[in-house]
Each structure stands twice: as C-alpha cells, then as structure tokens.
C-alpha cells in the first residue's frame, strides 16, 4: 500500500504518518519523487491493511491511499521520471557517460589482479570487477579466495584509482564486502535470495543487480523493489542473458530488456555481454549492442591470459580485444547520444607494487 502525500507536507504530518503506520507494527519507506512525497506500507497482510488505510485516509496531508499500488512502485519509471543516477564517488552510473566495469571472472592472485586492473584502466574502464565470492555451478570448482580476494581488490583500488565491484552471497557477509567494495554484486543464481537482497539493501553501497537465468523482468524489478524498499535507493540493474532453448551461446543475451527496463524503472541498466556470449568472439558484438540499445554500462570480463583463468577463461577478453572493444563503444556512444567515461585518473601517489 501507498500513501501520497503532497509535496508540501510539512516534516511534523509527515512524521507523524509514519508513526501512525509502525504503531501498527509495521515498516514504512519515504522516498520523494518531486511533486509527492510517497510512503509506502511494508510487508502488511490484507487484515492488516483496512484499518491502517482508513487512518490514512483520515489525515489531512493524505492526498491518496493506493493499496492496489504497482507491484513495483518504488522502482518504477513513473516515480521518477527522468531517471535516477547512481554514484561511486567520481563516476555516475545512469548519467550522459557510459561507465564499463571490467576485470577477471575471479579474483586468482595478488599479481593477476593487480596486472588486470592496470589493463583495464589503462583502457579506459571505471570499475574493476572480480569475484572474491564466487558462487559456481559444481562444489568441487574454484570457489574464490574470499577475504583475501577483498584484501587484494582494495589494493587494485589504490593502485588504480579504479572502484571496486564484487559478489557477495551470504547477508552474513554483507558487512565484510561493503567494508572493502564499493559496489556489491548479487549474481543471477541470488536474485531472488530475499534475505540477501534485504541485508544488502540495510546497507550504503550501491548494489549491482543482476537478472536470474530464469527470471522474468517484472522478477527482476520486483527484486530491485526489496532492495529499495529495505532503505537503499542505490541500484544498478544488470541484463546478463537468460536460459532459453538455444544453445549456441552460454545464455541469451535478452537485449529488448533494455528498452524495456528502461521504459518501466528509473534506475539505471547496464549489460554483461560476457556471460550471455559464453565465448570471447562474441562479447564485442553484444557489448556495441547493449549500448546501442540503451545501456548505461557494461560488465566485461577480461583476463590478461585467458587461457590460464581459473573461470570463465573461454569467455574473458584478452587486453588487447578489451582496449579494442573500448574504442568502438565511444563510436557507437557518440551514435546513440552518449559519450564514454574519462579513464580513471591515478592516485597521485598510488604505484602497483610488485613485491
Ligand atoms: C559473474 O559476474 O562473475 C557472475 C557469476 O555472473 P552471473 O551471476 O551473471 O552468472
Ligand atoms: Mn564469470
């Protein structure tokens, strides 16, 4: 259910309508879209739901009660038109730029992340990805080098000047990764884990949200929602190719999403072209793509020997198609309107060390 507020509530009312919604003991989230002030009613069953309307209802500053809201009303493009941007400290993910985050599906070792981070900053990446956590099909594969793998990402960070994105799998890990990430990925198997989605949305850093194998994208969007509605308004989503019949390609790459994303949420939506190709030849194609069809990004993945990775080698640029791949997204971002992200520039005092 959602309350409407006017624009011009005064701070007392609505303060005052939130207290009058947790006396019922429930949940309540505030967010501003401009011209109202919306208060959505989290988590209430229909019993609950009559009275708490009614005393909506009642109060003065209460323009409109909806209890047959969207599904997704916090997410939705109509709660913020213009759409939303979301911030790493210097880059924004959702503006006029195309921000690419690149790097290895894992974190393998202190010199192979370091070695890669400097490749792809060098040509002209933003974010550097790779997985501490890794959440992998078969128990017996290579399952990342957790803490450390964090540890060796913060190093890159300051090396660089690169920001961090990584995979979290568990809440109980949420606070370790936010500690050394600056953006949190929920991967496609975790869409829909509600608790991680919650814990990951109690906490400040942006959350990339990647759609399930299996997931519809009002699946998608409605997870977006959890995220949102537990109190952070920071998400990237992500189009990384879902399950179908087809198998030439590890997934399909379900590029009409990004129109359509776009024209039902305001939050921002970039593409992985690497997981949905499966194999390195194609993801230069899907990536011009994905821009071309309205991304705001892209999450590469790029290795500098491949043919060494401890996964998704098969997939993983090398550094040379990476740099060649970052020059043919300026055309096609100058094409659709947008222009790509400066390169990172380097901390003053910032050296990768080879110790
Ligand atoms: C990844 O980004 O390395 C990853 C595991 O992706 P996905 O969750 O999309 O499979
Ligand atoms: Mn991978």
Do not use: W
């Amino acid at each position: 259910m959602i309350a409407v507020l006017s624009p011009d509530c005064p701070l007392r009312d609505k303060a005052e309508i939130v207290r009058l919604v947790e006396a019922h003991g429930l949940r309540v989230q505030v967010s501003e879209t401009g011209d109202a002030s919306l208060v959505a009613v989290i988590g209430a069953g229909p019993d609950e739901l009559a009275p708490i309307a009614d005393a909506l209802r009642a109060h003065p500053a209460v323009r409109e009660v909806r209890t047959e809201a969207p599904p997704y009303a916090l997410v939705s493009r109509e709660r913020r038109p213009e759409g939303s941007r979301v911030r790493v400290d210097g880059t924004t993910i959702g503006g006029q730029e195309i921000v690419v985050m690149a790097g290895p599906c894992a974190v393998e070792s202190r010199e192979g992340i370091l070695e890669a981070a400097r490749v792809v900053a060098d040509a002209g990446a933003r974010l550097l990805r790779g997985g501490a956590f890794k959440p992998r099909t078969s128990p017996y594969s290579f399952q990342g080098l957790g803490e450390r793998g964090l540890e060796l990402l913060a190093e890159a960070r300051a090396a660089t000047g690169l920001r961090v994105v990584t995979e979290v799998v568990t809440p109980e890990d949420v606070p370790l990764v936010a500690e050394h990430a600056d953006v949190l990925q929920v991967g496609s198997r975790n869409m829909q884990n509600f608790r991680l989605l919650s814990a990951v949305g109690e906490q400040p850093r942006p959350v990339l949200l990647k759609r399930g194998l299996m997931a519809t994208i009002e699946e998608l969007l409605l997870a977006a929602e959890y995220v949102v509605s537990s109190g952070n308004p920071r998400v990237v989503l992500c189009e990384r190719g879902i399950r179908t019949f087809e198998t030439a390609t590890r997934n399909t790459l379900d590029l009409a999403a990004v129109p359509v994303l776009r024209e039902r949420t305001h939050l921002p939506v970039i593409v992985d072209p690497s997981h949905a190709a499966g194999r390195r030849e194609l993801v230069p194609a899907l990536a011009l793509a994905g821009i071309a069809a309205g991304a705001d990004g892209l999450l590469v993945e790029v290795h500098p020997r491949p043919e060494e990775a401890m996964s998704d080698g098969r997939q993983s640029l090398t550094p040379d198609a990476f740099a060649g791949l970052m020059k043919a997204i300026g055309s096609v971002a100058r094409a659709v309107g947008r222009v790509p992200a400066p390169p990172v520039r380097p901390p003053a005092t910032g050296t990768v060390g080879t110790a």
